[in-house]
């Protein structure tokens, strides 16, 4: 017998394959459906969902295929919800073979339902009675229907339906009475007037207007008011603001006397009191003249330059110094010694902004109050530099300046990080049902918190120096899903996607 040839016995094993799994789809199909007075049972392709076989449900073994599938159970009442899977071979080469995956599921299709409306016949009006598929129709079978009549204060009174009317009135209006506090009369029910309808204090009609710190010509809300600080640089008191006299002749005080400690020059000397002594005289040194313009009998001139007198013949300093020559020593300018930056002689001091703390109370000045008496308040916060925010002082105060754990925090939206950019991925993307992925967020050049979500996910990531880094694993995971990062300071979110690999059935 002449051999086939390669190509003829493939096209033979596909044809063979086609007709086994066309087999076993009908017998499938044939032996897992049933119909009864209940509703319908039927197995129902759910894979693929267009139910054409496509590179979506196609796969390749290097077995030779063989048709199989675990789709051989009844599909009735007790197996609702149960899923199988076939293996339909499609032909093969050499030793690879080629097969398209079948999964199916078996449902159950209610009846249909035929509406009753027998019980529209009955004569009570008021109800409606159930057709037997869900739904109602007018009318009632026959009963005794009560009733309720009630007034406008909710008093009521309880009757029967006789011909569609309630056979009971409802209580009169008469009978109501005011429950806001009123004498009357119903339903008005007005109320006497108070001093708080026109936004007063006391007792109608002896109104007032509440007090306010204006009316003492202060500043701050009611009762808790205080003093403007003097324009002026006085420490007060206001309005008066008096401003100490001071001396200007370099005395220590007090004014007006200004005195100023005694010198030599005082009685005539010389010297640095108290070590004072008499000048000197030209005479002390055998010359004539008054000291230190000293000379003798015969004087002469002087031959260093100097314009005299002779014999000193002093010479004098070009820097404004007073000398001696040739050093010509210059002063330094004087400065101020109460720590003011100047300028000299007037030296001013600036008063610091007052706080609270000054006078021992919490709050922000000029709202300050006195803290309770069994709490002390935690002022640390104030030495931090975050000008212009504040912090707990624990006694439900606050204090100027903000500190957390010793570093300065940034507000939202004055943040010194620039260009921010976000990223998400998940290793691996692709997972079998009931396994889990890790989600790696990144980020940078953020002061902002980010937010990730996604199925089982809901996380706050906070930056440290601008960056963030994050890991997050997932809970397992049974269908695709998505996961979202959003920045407060990017203007779109970014997203990963994690898919499911499909299953397939043992050969």
């Known amino acids: 017998m002449k051999a086939l040839s390669p190509r003829l016995r493939s096209s033979l094993l596909l044809v063979l394959a086609v007709f086994a799994g066309a087999v076993i ?64 071979c499609a032909g093969g080469s050499g030793d690879a073979g080629y097969y398209y995956t079948h999964e199916y599921a078996c449902v159950y299709t209610p009846p249909a339902c035929t509406p009753s409306s027998s019980c529209a016949a009955s004569t009570c009006t008021t109800d409606t009675c159930s057709d037997g598929c869900g739904g109602s129709v007018s009318g009632t079978m026959s009963c005794s229907v009560s009733c309720t009549a009630t007034n406008s204060c909710g008093m009521s009174n309880t009757g029967t339906i006789v011909s569609g009317s309630c056979s009971v009135s409802a209580p009169p209006e008469s009978s109501c009475s005011c429950t806001n506090g009123s004498s009357g009369p119903y339903p008005s029910c007005p109320l006497p007037p108070t001093c708080a309808d026109s936004g007063q204090l006391g007792t109608y009609p002896a109104c007032y207007d509440a007090p306010t710190c204006a009316d003492s010509g202060q500043l701050g809300t009611y009762p808790f008011c205080y003093d403007p600080p003097c324009a002026n640089g006085s420490a007060g008191p206001y309005p008066s603001c008096p401003i100490a006299p001071g001396c200007t002749n370099g005395s220590a005080g007090p004014a007006p006397s200004c005195p100023l400690p005694p010198t030599c020059a005082d009685s005539g000397l010389l010297g640095t009191y108290p070590a004072c002594f008499a000048p000197p005289t030209c005479a002390d040194f055998g010359m004539l003249g008054l000291f230190p313009a000293c000379y003798y009998d015969e004087p002469t001139s002087c ?138 967020v990144t ?46 300071e990017t203007p779109t979110s970014t997203t990963v996607i994690v898919n499911i690999l499909p299953t397939f059935s043992p050969f």
């Open 443 to 488: 980020g940078s050049g953020l002061n902002q918190t980010c937010t990730i979500t996604g199925p089982g996910v809901t996380q706050v990531l906070t930056p440290t120096s601008c960056n963030i880094a994050a890991s997050i694993t997932t809970p397992a995971i049974t269908k695709q899903s998505t996961y979202t990062v959003t920045c407060a």
């Open 25 to 88: 789809v009908y017998f499938a199909y044939t032996h897992t459906q049933s119909a009864d007075a209940a509703g319908t049972y039927e197995l129902v392709m759910t894979f693929p969902e267009s139910g054409v076989d496509s590179d979506e449900n196609f796969g390749e073994t290097f077995a030779p295929c063989h048709s199989t599938g675990n789709c051989s159970f009844s599909c009735n009442a007790a197996n609702v919800g149960r899923t199988c899977s076939n293996l339909v």
């Open 303 to 440: 031959t260093n330059g100097s314009p005299g007198p002779y014999p000193t013949c002093p010479l004098t300093c070009s820097n404004g110094s007073s000398g001696p020559y040739p050093s010509c020593p210059v002063a330094p300018p004087p400065s101020c010694t109460n720590g003011s930056p100047g300028p000299y002689p007037t030296c001013p001091v600036t008063t610091p902004d007052p706080t609270c703390a000054d006078s021992g109370q919490l709050g922000s000045y000029p709202y300050c109050y006195d803290a309770p008496s069994d709490c002390v308040p935690d002022l640390s916060c104030k030495a931090n530099t975050c000008v212009g925010y504040s912090c707990a002082d624990g006694c439900g105060g606050l204090a100027s300046g903000t500190k957390t754990d010793g570093v300065c925090v940034v507000p939202p939206g004055g943040g010194a990080c620039t260009s921010p950019s976000v990223s998400v991925t998940a290793v691996p993307s692709r997972v079998r049902p009931g396994n889990t992925t890790t989600i790696t």
